[in-house]
């Protein structure tokens, strides 16, 4: 009594592999194996490679924004009434104030949340930096020292001059970003001048209030707008330059995980004073992050279709090696292989093209995201320099994080596509009958 044989039995690999290995002329389609084993490897290379500088940019956009600026921001607004002189006559005027009083008392309050990391009390201004003919517009942001050294992109930068303990050792010292000491010609030990128009008020409204100041600290976070605008001063220098003595614009808190900041807002807003204001970092950049997410989803769809595209040649491939095959397909069905049998074997023959491929895409995509440093230097140097600008893209370098679950993707879409497509060829060549395949030979 005969037994069928097991699904996938050793000589259903063997006839398989036969077939890929057999040339033109003795009826294969080693041409269209190439053919399909190149473009599934590129496609699978082009769709790892993008998700890896896609999770690369969101890892890094958020890095830069979460590592330089506040997680929570708090600030207060409320109205008080002013004295104000009116030729011969007195008034009280009532008007808005932003600033916080209080702000020592509130931000250990919130310190001693759970969760909360810190909270910085920071007086912030804006105003002109220059030196010599050269000037720029800068952010100034007034904060102890201690908690400038705590922030994770000063503490760690990208790179970095002078010493982060002269700032707020040496008089009057400021650290400025790379961007704005880049644009004035600034290293540390040079003075730059600082220009605002929140001076010190007359009858004719405020002049402006011009200081010196050196520079002590130079820091790159990574992010090209902080870079080029920023400038920091000791809490106290800043409270005097900007008119603030007693005051803080605003309180930064910094949360122990950035990316679920959400779950600190009720917590946060229930510790604050009546009239205060609270906004979260995803506030501030949620349409870059949705940008990020539409595009993200854009690209995975494209690079789909393109693995689709690629495992299209491997149907191609089939359907010529069943319609070359026909007379071996006849035999082998008169010798007594079923129809399952058959269907295996060129199933086998379109999924190892697919899944090795898939392997090969996967490891090139790898090693791109690996070596993209230098991959990306040789592009640079090839085309004479300038491919990428900062100013333009918000980051100097182009970014690549390796995720498990974007590999798994990849590796699971191209794989289900190839061995999805290989099962209408193979049913073609399983439906064939016997006698009509072999009725010429």
Same mark, same amino acid.
């Not at 082009?46 to 690369?56: E, F, I, K, M, P």
């Not at 902080?226 to 800043?238: G, K, N």
């Not at 007379?327 to 049998?341: A, K, N, V």
């Given at each position: 009594? %005969?037994?069928?044989?097991?699904?996938?039995?050793?000589?259903?690999?063997?006839? +398989?592999?036969?077939?890929?290995?057999?040339?033109?002329?003795?009826?294969?389609?080693? $041409?269209?194996?190439?053919?399909?084993?190149?473009? $599934?490897?590129? +496609?699978?290379?082009?769709?790892?490679?993008?998700?890896?500088?896609? %999770?690369?940019?969101?890892a890094d956009f958020v890095d830069t924004i979460v590592g330089a600026n506040a997680h929570l921001t708090v600030r207060q607004q409320r109205q008080e009434v002013v004295t104000v002189t009116q030729g011969d006559q007195t008034v009280e005027v009532p008007r808005m104030v932003d600033t916080i009083d209080d702000y020592e008392e509130t931000a250990a309050q919130l310190a001693a949340l759970e969760g909360v990391e810190r909270a910085n009390p920071v007086v912030y201004g804006e105003g002109l930096a220059s030196r010599g003919e050269e000037g720029t517009f800068v952010q100034v942001y007034g904060i102890a020292p201690q908690e400038f050294a705590d922030i994770p992109l000063i503490q760690d930068p990208q790179a970095s001059q002078g010493s982060l303990s002269d700032f707020g050792e040496v008089e009057d010292g400021v650290a400025v970003g790379s961007g704005v000491a880049t644009a004035l010609g600034l290293v540390p030990g040079d003075r730059v001048s600082l220009t605002t128009a929140g001076g010190v008020q007359t009858a004719v409204g405020r002049t402006p209030r011009r +200081?010196?100041?050196?520079?002590?600290?130079?820091?790159?976070?990574?992010?090209?707008?902080?870079?080029?605008?920023?400038?920091?001063?000791?809490?106290?220098?800043?409270?005097?330059?900007f008119n603030s003595e007693g005051t803080v614009d605003e309180i930064q808190v910094f949360v122990e995980n950035p990316d679920e900041v959400e779950r600190w807002i009720d917590p946060v807003y229930s510790a604050l004073p009546p009239g205060s204001l609270l906004y979260s970092w995803k506030d501030n950049e949620g349409a870059y992050l949705r940008a990020l997410t539409v595009e993200d989803n854009v690209m995975f769809v494209i690079l789909s279709i393109l693995v689709l595209i690629a495992s299209m040649n491997i149907i191609s491939g089939l359907i010529m090696l069943v319609k070359n095959k026909s007379?071996?397909?006849?035999?082998?069905?008169?010798?007594?292989?079923?129809?399952?049998?058959i269907l295996r074997v060129f199933f086998l023959c379109g999924a190892s093209i697919g899944t090795i491929g898939t392997a090969l895409g996967v490891a090139m995509g790898c090693l791109f995201a690996i070596y993209i440093d230098p991959i990306f230097s040789l592009v640079n140097w090839v085309s004479g320099g300038g491919v990428w600008d900062p100013s333009i893209r918000g980051i100097y370098a182009l970014p690549a994080k390796l995720e498990a679950g974007d590999v798994l993707s990849a590796v699971s879409l191209s794989l289900f596509l190839s061995w999805v497509v290989t099962i209408f060829p193979a049913r073609r060549a399983a439906r064939m009958n016997p006698v009509e395949a072999l009725r010429y030979e």
């Open positions: 009594m %005969s037994r069928t044989p097991r699904p996938f039995s050793r000589f259903e690999w063997m006839i +398989a592999w036969r077939y890929l290995r057999a040339r033109r002329a003795e009826g294969g389609v080693s $041409v269209m194996t190439w053919i399909s084993l190149v473009g $599934v490897t590129l +496609a699978v290379f082009a769709l790892v490679a993008t998700l890896a500088v896609r %999770s690369g940019f969101r +200081a010196f100041f050196e520079v002590v600290y130079v820091f790159q976070t990574g992010r090209y707008i902080t870079d080029s605008t920023r400038i920091y001063m000791p809490l106290e220098r800043a409270q005097a330059f007379s071996d397909i006849g035999i082998l069905r008169t010798m007594g292989l079923s129809q399952g049998s």
